[in-house]
């Protein structure tokens, strides 16, 4: 009799608990929820807005077009019709896997170049368009299906950093398949072996020149610019057309103040990965501070439309406000002040803001 009223008492202390956290101020949106199914058209439509955010959270994408054609080859020779997916790559170092809604999978350049064995390569493939099945419904929960409901509305607002198809990337880039997970595909039972793509054997050749990379940003980290702009450029030189390596290399210059050589390398590197949100704004300021209102207003623009954050949209409102666009400059301080206000960019929009209105 005692054990059942304490099972009784225990149930009912539990209710009341998860009663009160689910009344706590943002907390509802965390608590699991029912799954959300999605139809085929609706898992393409929310896995094409979130691939796009996804690739700019991870560094943009990769445009190796042999690449791709290797990848895509091998998946129709190794996923049955039914499961087949789309693939792209996304140029970051760390190793890791995005099963996206809508058949889409997102691999990242350092995970390809770390794969030396094609039977490994297509074990992976196959392990991938099992987990798209359970892209969505693995990660759904009262956030993740209110951001979906938005993505499906298409009223997302190009300048909002808050919009659905963000909100779900980040839930996205939060649990990706790296670690135990990458090494269960990697292992699964594929017995064919041989040599890996060209493409992708490339991507290990350039391995060293990524390793120069990243010790150049621990140094920049570590308030050392000089040594860090010397090891930026030997990346560089060691790997000359690697948008990632030249992005870097020339934001490094840019808070050198040497506007000219940022410049060059900055351009090279949108040559090369155009529709990366990062070198895309550090050409807009650069355009500022040169007094290029237009031009820093194109890049700006396009800055946001890839990937709204505080700091491109900040920018595009000084690029308006100087341009003589008052109201357009106003409305994005405003948009800021509503979305990070306790920032510090948040707080010189509240002061612009102000100082406007008293005009």
Known sequence: MKNLVSQKLMRSVIIITLTWLAGCAGMDQYLPADTTLLTAEQGIKVGSAVEDRLLQLLGGPRHDKALIEELDALIRQEVGASDRFTVSVADKSAAALYALPGNRVIMTRGLLSEIRDQGKLRAMLQGAAALTHTAYSRRANRASNKAMTEILSLQESVYDPESGSIRLARIFAQRPCEGSCLTSLLQSGVSRSGEVPEPIRILKELQPAYELLKEAQRLEKADKPSQAIIQYLNAATMAPDEPQILGSLGMAYLRAGELQTARLNLQKAVELQPDYYMTRMGLGYLSLQEGKVRKANDELAESVRLLPVTENLFLLAEAR???????????????????DPYSKLGRTAADRLTRSSRK
Not at 321 to 339: A, F, H, N, P, Q
């Open 321 to 339: 406000e100087k341009g003589g666009d008052v109201e357009g400059g106003m409305s994005l301080y405003r948009l800021i002040v509503e979305t």
